[in-house]
């Protein structure tokens, strides 16, 4: 038995679950927030119970030593010996990184490097692991990132068709996102369907506040929804998804505003919050929609399209899928838009089971049993994955 710790560190904020392994049990769990700021705020959630207070947290690293000296308190351990590894999640390994790796100077090195294509994760990643190698000198820290489960893409997926030196000068193609998410569901969803990993072709829909689809056969991503950075693929709580590239320099030119401007638009106010008007929060604007604004409907609409169109092409790309599977905050929760979706993918043969889809919560399937491509709901849980990949890769017994 071993406990990790998986982390998620960004720029003002730390969240962790410690774990149990190889039995993947939740020991605690939460965040600390608002770090640098005049006052702070870490929950901590552990033995059924929830906890809040209120600390000045300076930097990344006075809450790590807050982390772990509550985690003696509190009886959680009762030595920081019983830390047998930490998994950081990593936004950006670009094209170095074919697996989690243990963390060293020129594993940090590279991931500083790759702070172009991931400036507000990169650097606070890094933060967050020396924080946790000072407070724990002696434990091994493996980095785990969201892009190796997109680097088995095949160049024809992973291309675009820009001038081939900006590939081979400045790294221009899709990277994707959400892999380690990606990766959890596609291995769930293939244990689900009973089938070995190898024989399944599931195309997986990560529709939280970033929302991203992928094409995975036999276990391996063939093909993702988002690019260089999460701005590509379909709409988002506040992210554009795809357009015409020239809307950028029009808008420039109609506002007065510089390139970087209006992508940071494109990033942080529109999809949801943009069309609708009036929040990046799905529950939001689906209130707006049952009380008949048609910004909201229109929102709900647009981003479905996206979805099967997607889907609609992975269907084609992979030759055919057995299983699409929903997850993330809106993929878990949101009945209607997975309604909206897979009514619209009947001519694939797609039969939703309304009652499994509107009435039970937690991990199922909502397809009818005659229905040809299998539908699951699969909460993902992407610390669990970090915790694996710890264990695996600094060989935690
Ligand atoms: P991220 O991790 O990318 O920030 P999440 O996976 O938490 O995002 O998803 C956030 C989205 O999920 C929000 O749009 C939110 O409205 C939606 N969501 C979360 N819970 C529910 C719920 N119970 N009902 C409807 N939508 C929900």
């Known amino acids: 038995m071993a406990k990790i710790m998986a982390v998620n560190a960004g720029s003002s904020s730390i969240k962790f679950q410690l774990l149990e392994m190889p039995a993947e049990t939740l020991i605690a769990s939460g965040v600390m927030e608002r770090i640098g700021l005049a006052e702070g ?24 030593q807050l982390l772990l000296d509550t985690l003696i308190e509190k009886k959680i351990v ?43 994760h990169n650097p606070a990643h890094i933060i967050g692991i ?14 785990v990132f969201d892009t190796v489960f997109h680097q088995t893409m095949p160049e024809e997926a992973y291309m675009y ?36 990993l190898e024989e399944t072709k599931t195309i997986v829909c990560h529709l939280g506040n970033g929302a991203s689809i992928s094409a995975v056969e036999g276990g ?38 510089t390139a970087a401007e209006v992508v940071n638009i494109l990033n942080k106010k529109s ?12 529950r939001d604007v689906t209130a707006g929609m049952n009380e008949g604004d048609h910004r909201c409907k229109l929102t709900f609409d647009v ?20 299983c699409i599977a929903f997850t993330a905050g809106m993929g878990e929760n949101l009945k ?11 001519v694939l043969g797609v039969k939703l089971d309304p009652v499994l889809n509107d009435t039970f919560s937690d991990e199922r399937i909502i397809s009818t049993p005659d229905s040809k491509i299998k539908v699951y709901i699969i909460p993902t849980n992407e610390e669990v994955m970090i915790a694996r990949d710890t264990v695996r890769v600094a060989n935690i017994k």
Not at 133 to 143: D, E, H
Not at 161 to 186: D, I, M, N, Q
Not at 220 to 229: E, N, P, V, W
Request: aromatic share 8%; proline share 5%.
């Open 41 to 64: 705020i870490f929950t901590i959630k552990y033995d059924g119970k929830k906890e809040e207070t209120h600390p000045v947290l300076p930097t990344h690293a006075e809450g790590v």
């Open 78 to 120: 009762k030595s920081l010996d019983e830390i047998s590894g930490v998994g950081h999640r990593i936004v950006q390994g670009g094209e170095y990184f074919k697996d989690s790796t243990l963390v060293d100077e020129s594993v940090v090195e590279k991931i500083a490097e790759l702070a172009d294509l991931a400036p507000l």
């Open 130 to 143: 020396k924080a946790f190698q000072k407070a724990l000198p002696n434990v091994p820290q493996v980095v």
């Open 161 to 196: 068709a820009t001038p081939y030196e900006w590939y081979t000068k400045y790294g221009v193609r899709k990277y994707g996102a959400h892999g380690t998410s990606h990766k959890y569901v596609s291995q769930r969803a293939a244990e689900l369907m009973g089938k070995p």
């Open 220 to 257: 391996k991503c063939k093909d993702t929804s988002m690019g260089l950075t999460p701005l590509e693929g379909i709409p988002m709580g506040t992210r554009s998804g795809n357009l015409d590239p020239t809307v950028v320099s029009y808008i420039c030119q109609k506002e007065n505003l």
């Open 271 to 282: 999809g949801y919050l943009g069309m609708s008007g009036r929040s990046n929060d799905a």
């Open 303 to 322: 981003q479905a399209k996206r979805i099967v169109d997607y889907i609609a092409a992975y269907y084609v790309y992979m030759g055919g899928c057995d």
């Open 336 to 346: 209607h838009l997975r309604a909206n979706v897979c009514n619209r993918l009947g």
